[in-house]
């Protein structure tokens, strides 16, 4: 990590290219319009679970991200209303939207049923409004693992700093009962001295963080990101949860091509 920090660093203050290519579609941030791209890095965050076997992973993703059609590791969605100049885009994605967890990944975990990973169908209203960009979505889950829906609003604006775009988000988001239920609840018969049964409700959750994106050259960009969430009470409450207070950090480099 020392490593990383120090290869960071250095990049940020000998950076030749210029920022300018950072930009919101459907909720997400992404550069390079056009191009296809690899990407490798690392992220660390707090305990979800408590008992969390493992709270720093190595990334990698890759995919396209086009005009109107984006594809990668996190989803696919295809922008159907709207063009970068219009005020309203909308578009249709397909992502996961829990991402499930093993007995053996926390020592709460224990004895209990393991929980399957979501596929989400879904759409997205992103609203230019020359400040910033709202993006708000509603999705289902299609494949029957929580059965139940997400919704939520993000607000992103995008600062051209000349060498680096730096990205500050905050947003909320709603979980429905099922989804609650399914992730942080505890069935009678996974119930134990230490670990009490309990029935999940549709609860908010809220974030805040940033993303800092870095072209070192027309091809390699660099991206550090921060965030922050605050999870509501039903899910906190849970025996399970470790904390309502959640963090994540994370660094990447990602080759556009």
Known sequence: MKKLALFIAASLLSSQAFAGDTYIRNGNIYTNEGAGFVEAGVVTGSELYKGQDKTTAVVLNGGYHGEDFNIDLGGIN???IGTDNDLVN????FTAGG???DADDADVLKGMKDRKMSGDLGLNADFHLGLGTVSTFLQHDVTGAYKGFIGGAKYFHVMNLGV???V???GVSYLSKDFVDYYYGVKASEATSTRKAYKGDSDFAFNVGYKLVVPVTDSIDITQSTAYTRLGSKISDSPIVDSANQWVVGATVAYHF
Do not use: I, K, N, V
């Open 168 to 170: 500050p988000f905050a």
């Open 99 to 101: 991402t499930g967890y």
């Open 78 to 80: 295809y922008r159907f």
């Open 90 to 93: 909308m578009s249709a994605y």
């Open 164 to 166: 680096a775009d730096f």
